[in-house]
């Protein structure tokens, strides 16, 4: 399916790595997903493959992780992505989930990642600031 003319994402960007590891003593964070931006017909939806899976043990948590990934994502689309119209479908294709220090803000996260990790794909890294020279004394 074809985006529309100056919509995002333009293309897909299929198989991107979003981590969001921070490690304290206490209260760390893990997230690490991949994820498919597809053109859609218009708007943003969020899709599960079917071969998405996690021990069982996850299972009851795992709607409020897709919930804050979804909504890291479309918070960052609204910093980053503000001069054209979303025909986007997020499709989750993996997801890794830790036993203490997975939570919904690691998977809020790695949302707003996963669409850093998107853009700079799809744009380039951005330019390099000119290095300072030293002033001949």
Not at 99 to 111: Q, Y
Request: charged share 30%; glycine share 6%.
């Amino acid at each position: 399916m074809e985006g529309e003319v100056g919509a995002f994402p333009p293309c897909p960007i299929r198989g991107v790595q979003a981590r969001y590891v921070r490690q304290t003593s206490c209260l760390s964070d893990v997230a690490i997903v991949v994820v498919d931006f597809e053109p859609w017909e218009e708007g943003f939806t969020f899709e599960v493959a079917d071969s998405v899976t996690v021990e069982d043990h996850f299972r009851h948590q795992l709607p409020g992780f897709h919930a804050a990934l979804v909504e890291g994502i479309r918070e960052e689309l609204a910093e980053k992505v503000t001069d054209v119209p979303l025909a986007l479908a997020v499709v989750l294709r993996g997801i890794r989930v830790h036993e203490t220090d997975s939570r919904d803000e690691s998977f809020r996260m790695a949302g707003r990642v996963a669409v850093r990790e998107a853009l700079l794909r799809l744009n380039g890294p951005p330019p390099r600031p000119e290095r300072r020279r030293a002033r001949p004394s």
